[in-house]
Nanobody, 125 residues
Framework: EVQLVESGGGLVQAGGSLRLSCLASGFKLDDYAVGWFRQAPGKEREGVACINSYDGTTHNTYRLRDRFTISSDKAKNTVHLQMDNLGPEDTAVYYC??????????????????WGQGTQVTVSS
């Protein structure tokens, strides 16, 4: 059974950093694309970044690419999201998601059919 468990969320002041982790089980990272999405209160869910661990290719939402970095640790079957210079606009529930295959040219949400429960990130001003 495919399972994704997020961790690392919390409360941080503006300008700070957080590192989210997504522990994957039931599959090998090499076989799946894994992504991070977020949903702020009252807003639609949006993609943040995704990664094909088999070759390390990543896709990032353009406006976040300078502050958010996705990476994978295949030995630990974990995907990380490093978030720097956070602002109140980054407050959201962050979700890890995965699908069998490769992400080409982006991270279309409709392809991701396995989702974690989410982790709350709150940035105070």
């Amino acid at each position: 059974e495919v399972q994704l468990v997020e961790s690392g969320g919390g409360l941080v002041q503006a300008g700070g950093s957080l590192r989210l982790s997504c522990l994957a089980s039931g599959f090998k990272l090499d076989d799946y694309a894994v992504g991070w999405f977020r949903q702020a209160p009252g807003k639609e869910r949006e993609g943040v970044a995704c990664i094909n661990s088999y070759d390390g290719t990543t896709h990032n939402t353009y406006r976040l690419r300078d502050r958010f970095t996705i990476s994978s640790d295949k030995a630990k079957n974990t995907v990380h999201l490093q978030m720097d210079n956070l602002g109140p606009e980054d407050t959201a529930v962050y979700y890890c998601a995965a699908f069998f295959g490769r992400a080409w040219g982006g991270c279309p949400e409709e392809l991701f059919d396995h989702w974690g429960q989410g982790t709350q990130v709150t940035v105070s001003s």
